[in-house]
Structure formats: structure tokens, C-alpha cells
């Protein structure tokens, strides 16, 4: 889970290299401009790159980030997002691959099934059962798309860039919230509720039943929905803000960016596609520490996910890995260190899970989140043990039997990924300790939006990456690990049983 922890801004702020005055003569101006002069083709002769872009929010002047070879000295350690994922297909399979579902593979044979066949297909599923449902689900968005014009769907997709503005609009007006309330309004009654122009809601509402996400029952009268319902809840009118203020914000710059970089990914945190629509070099979590509201409504998008989404522990076979095999322990051992833990949520469930079984669980992360931990949740679940650490040193906790990295590796780049399973390496007892990594296992085939959506933000958001598992074994083998099995879950999450033989590399 990601939480972010409000800090005053300092006395001095540092210096920003990204807001550069239009002083030619400026120092910082200089270093930056021979910085970009000296960058390969084909990047040297991209217009973009020597045309600084103006900010309108402040009227200096912002030249494009560069992409770094060598990571920043101090990187942030926070904790890191955790997001609902849903209809995914699984990944490519491999001798240690273990399946948590019957997959589809992700990709369309080259004749397409007839609607007959498609409707057919259909007929004989039960729409209570998790995997018939998908299965009827895939059918009839395959049915819409055999149907609809191409044309047309080019062109709702060109306008689909309303979307998340006009929910954040609906979201600041009540709109959701009202329709739960009163069942059905007119827009005269909105507008009367919410201090909008009449003519506005109107507008405002005819882009929400566009989406079906409420409904016009007569002129000027709408009604909720279960989608418009589902707005209510906090950690999704919360999540509306976030998607809007940071990541659709960063993704609106990001073909710039690219372009300007010569169409590779982001490899630096610190100088990326979102420094770069926000005119800084903080970080997505340094821009939120010293935005008490964006923070506060990050946290709530976070925490209502993590609540809808299963614990680890419970989805998969977390006890047999731990224990299976494992002689006797004692309670002086330590278990499991979460290493970006949080809050520790995950070892409480744990600690359920495995009640009769003895040794310590750590949760580990920066000295501002667990300083942030409610003491009634430290009272839940006394057995959870917390400690600070930044996960870019090396692992103070050696000979554990198992460290966990759950939606840590998808925010880094490669290299700096590497460097932290390196960290843990180093404190794996060969043969005995275990390290498990939690993240999303992408197909090489078709996934869903959702899947897809999430790897343009940890790229716009944090020059991160969600891997396939060919990405997932390699990242592994640079950090002089083993991959021993590999679990996908039905959302596409998975878990990577890594191990360590004890070579050094």
C-alpha cells in the first residue's frame, strides 16, 4: 500500500536545475544547454530539445529532462502503489511456471470466431462462476467489436481524452453523490444543489450517459447507476483527483518527452517524463509530501484498493513456500522481513495465517512511514516487528527465510532494480532464504486496459516498468538470482519464488 507522509517544506528549498530563468548568461542555464548539445543523434536533432517550453503556471522556462546514465545519489524510497488489475490473460509459460488460473493466451487466431459461434459460446456459461464470467465477458466485447464501425470507434477513442476531466468535474460537484441520495434528478435540481449553471450540468450530464455511467430516464432527468454508485465511495472519488492532477498530467507530455529522447524508455527518476510536465526534479512521492490535499487523496485511493484487493498471504501458496521442508524453527528466527511494507498490512493477514507457526515478521521502510504507523494498528498485530530502512543499502536483516518486495520492482528502471534485489542478496542465506516478488506478470499477448493503462503510468509517473516474465528472469539473473517458480493470479498479479545458490557474481 502506498501512503504518502506530509513533510514541511524546508527553510531552503534546493535547487531546481528543471526551473531555469531565461538568462542566457545564467550558469545553471549553460550546463544544462552543453548537456543537450552533447547527446547523441538521434536525439541531438530533435527540435524539442532546444526549444525550451515555456510554463505557464509560472512563466519560466523548462528544458526537457535528460535521460542519466548513472542513477541519482539519494534515491526516494516510499511506499509504492498497489492497483486493482482485472481481466488479464496470463504469461508465457515456463518449467517453473505455475498457473493460479485456466488462462486464455492473450492472442486472436487469425480468423476471427463468427457472432454465431461467439453467441453460442455464451449460451452454455454461468455468469456466477469467476472464469465463465470472463470467458462471456471476452465473447461479447469480441461481438461489439465485430459490429461496430471503425470509423466510429477511431473517433470515440480520439474523444476519450474527456473522460477523466469530466469525472473530476462530477466528482467536484456532488453529481455522484447527490443521484445516490435523491435516485433521480433534473438538471435544474442539480444545478440548484451543486450552484452550477444549469446549461453546464446539462452538458456535464450528457457526457456521463455517453459512458452509461448514469442514465437519462426524460428530457433533463437522470438517475444513478451501479457505476455511478460506485463513484460514492471515497477511495474512488479520491482516485478520480489522483488520476487527473498526476497521471493524466504526466501522460499528456509524455509523446514530447519520448519524442525529445529518441523513442526510448525513461531510464532516470529523477529527470523523467513526469519532471518534465511538472517542471521539477522531485519525485511523484516528494511532489505529494508538501501537497497535504493531493496527498491526502492518494492515500485514500491507496488504502481503499488495498482493501478491495486479496492479501498475498491468501492468494497464494505463501505457507507451503515458507514452511514446506523448513526444520523446526524457533521464535527468535526471523521469518519474513516486508521490505517497503508499509504499514504492515500484509504480515498482519501473515501473521493470521500462520498463527501456530513461530519467528519474527519485519516490515521495513522509510523513517517517515513507519514513524506514521497508528498505534492501533501496531496494537492489532503485536507480533509485526518495525524497522527502518531504505532498500538502495544493503539488508540489515540476514539469514531471513523469506523477504518480500510487493509493488516495489515495477517503480524502478532496470538498473536501479537490480540494485535493490542486489541489497537483498547480499543478506540471503544460500539454500535456506527466499525472496518473493510481487508484482504484476505481463503476457506477451493482448491484456486489458487496466494492465496496459498501469505501465504508461510507471513509465509517465516513475521511468518504472511492469515486466513479462522473460523481463522478470532477467532483472533476476543481472542481481545473481534464480527464479524458482512463478504464480499468476487470476488479475495478473503474480509471485516470483526467487532464490539464491550462493554464486556471486
Known amino acids: 500500500m502506498s501512503t504518502v507522509t506530509l513533510e514541511e517544506p524546508p527553510m531552503e528549498a534546493p535547487q531546481r536545475l528543471a526551473t531555469i530563468k531565461t538568462d542566457e548568461n545564467s550558469e545553471v542555464a549553460s550546463k544544462i544547454m552543453a548537456q543537450f548539445h552533447a547527446l547523441p543523434t538521434p536525439v541531438e536533432d530533435n527540435p524539442l530539445l532546444k526549444t525550451p517550453c515555456k510554463d505557464a503556471l509560472n512563466g519560466t522556462t523548462f528544458l526537457p529532462p535528460l535521460v542519466m546514465d548513472t542513477p541519482p545519489e539519494s534515491p526516494v524510497v516510499c511506499e509504492k502503489p498497489q492497483t486493482v488489475l482485472s481481466n488479464l490473460h496470463d504469461g508465457p509459460v515456463s518449467p517453473e511456471h505455475k498457473k493460479m488460473h485456466p488462462p486464455s493466451s492473450g492472442f486472436l487466431p487469425l480468423e476471427p470466431p463468427s457472432l454465431t459461434s461467439l453467441i453460442q459460446s455464451m449460451s452454455d456459461k454461468d455468469p456466477y462462476n469467476t472464469l465463465d464470467k470472463a470467458l462471456i465477458l471476452d465473447s461479447a466485447r469480441e461481438i461489439v467489436r465485430q459490429l461496430e464501425n471503425p470509423g466510429e470507434r477511431a473517433m470515440e477513442l480520439l474523444m476519450s481524452f474527456s473522460i477523466v476531466p469530466i469525472l473530476k468535474i462530477a466528482v467536484d ?153 523448513l526444520p523446526d524453527a524457533n521464535h527468535a528466527d526471523v521469518t519474513v522481513v516486508d521490505v517497503g511494507g508499509g504499514f504492515g498490512h500484509d504480515l498482519h493477514i501473515l501473521a493470521e495465517h500462520c498463527a501456530r507457526k513461530p ?147
Open 359 to 505: 519467528g519474527r515478521l519485519i516490515c521495513q521502510d522509510q523513517a517517515s512511514v513507519v514513524g506514521s504507523v497508528p498505534a492501533a494498528l501496531r496494537d492489532q498485530a503485536p507480533r509485526v516487528e518495525f524497522m527502518t530502512h531504505d532498500f538502495f543499502t544493503p539488508q540489515p536483516i540476514h539469514g531471513a527465510r523469506a523477504y518480500v518486495l510487493k509493488h516495489i520492482c515495477h517503480d524502478w528502471p532496470h538498473e536501479m532494480a537490480v540494485q535493490i534485489l542486489r541489497n537483498i542478496r547480499g543478506a540471503m542465506t544460500p539454500g535456506y532464504s527466499k525472496l518473493f516478488i510481487l508484482d504484476l506478470v505481463m503476457p506477451q499477448g493482448r491484456v486489458g486496459l487496466p494492465a496496459a493503462g498501469l505501465d504508461v503510468v510507471m513509465m509517465s509517473g516513475f521511468a518504472g516498468t511492469e515486466r513479462e516474465e522473460r523481463l522478470w528472469r532477467e532483472l533476476v539473473e543481472e542481481a545473481g538470482l534464480r527464479v524458482a517458480g512463478v504464480w499468476v493470479g487470476e488479475d495478473g498479479d503474480g509471485l516470483l519464488e526467487v532464490v539464491f545458490d550462493g554464486e556471486m557474481i
Open 173 to 325: 460537484m456532488d453529481i455522484f453523490q447527490l443521484l445516490a441520495t435523491h435516485s433521480e434528478l433534473t438538471a435544474s435540481q442539480i444545478a440548484r444543489f451543486s450552484g452550477a449553471e444549469e446549461e453546464f450540468v446539462v452538458r456535464i450530464m450528457r457526457v456521463l450517459a455517453s459512458l452509461h455511467i448514469t442514465t437519462i430516464t426524460s428530457p433533463r432527468t437522470y438517475t444513478h447507476t451501479p457505476l455511478s454508485q460506485t463513484f460514492t465511495a471515497p477511495p474512488l472519488a479520491a482516485g478520480i483527483s489522483v488520476v487527473h492532477e498526476q497521471a493524466f498530467r504526466a501522460a499528456s507530455r509524455l509523446p514530447e518527452y519520448i519524442a525529445a529522447h529518441g523513442y526510448h524508455n525513461p531510464s532516470n527518476p529523477r529527470t523523467g517524463p513526469y519532471q518534465f510536465a511538472f517542471n521539477t526534479f522531485d519525485s511523484w512521492f516528494e511532489w505529494l509530501a508538501i501537497r497535504p490535499r493531493a496527498a491526502a487523496n492518494f492515500n485514500a485511493f491507496m488504502t481503499g484498493y488495498r482493501a478491495a484487493k486479496p492479501a498475498w498471504a491468501a492468494l497464494f501458496p505463501v505457507e507451503d513456500l515458507l514452511f514446506q521442508g
